[in-house]
């Protein structure tokens, strides 16, 4: 798992110099919920809220992600995922699916299915008490 992890880490920086490996999730959480505060990314990856602070700071830095008063109460500011947030997470997404389709093409059916259920398994232990602190897609 740990090689796996520095594979993702690696392989989020190569796609896009602007995305760590954090970034790249907290984006796609945004762009699944659609707005959130930053400390329900917090919360919701088990991060301290100075980490998340930090990544939010540089994704809007980058234009990635904006601040907007919630609708609700216009004390609170919510996160937004830029248009141009959208189409990066949407480059390093297809960027990522590639280099695992290359990488897996050679890969009989039965191993694929095989790696397929563990992924599934994997995922669906989510609730369980673990930090989801990363994605596997």
Known sequence: MTVFARRARAAAGRMHPELSLVSYTLLGHLEESGVCRATDL????????????????????????????????????????????????AQVTESRRAAFRERLADWPAEDLARFAGYLVRYNADRGSGRHDQERVT
């Open 42 to 89: 917090a919360a919701h990856y088990a991060l301290d809220k100075s980490t998340v602070s930090r990544q939010v700071t540089a994704l809007e830095r980058a234009g990635l992600v904006e601040r907007r008063p919630d609708a609700d109460d216009q004390r609170v500011q919510v996160l937004h995922l830029t248009e141009a947030g959208r189409r990066i997470l």
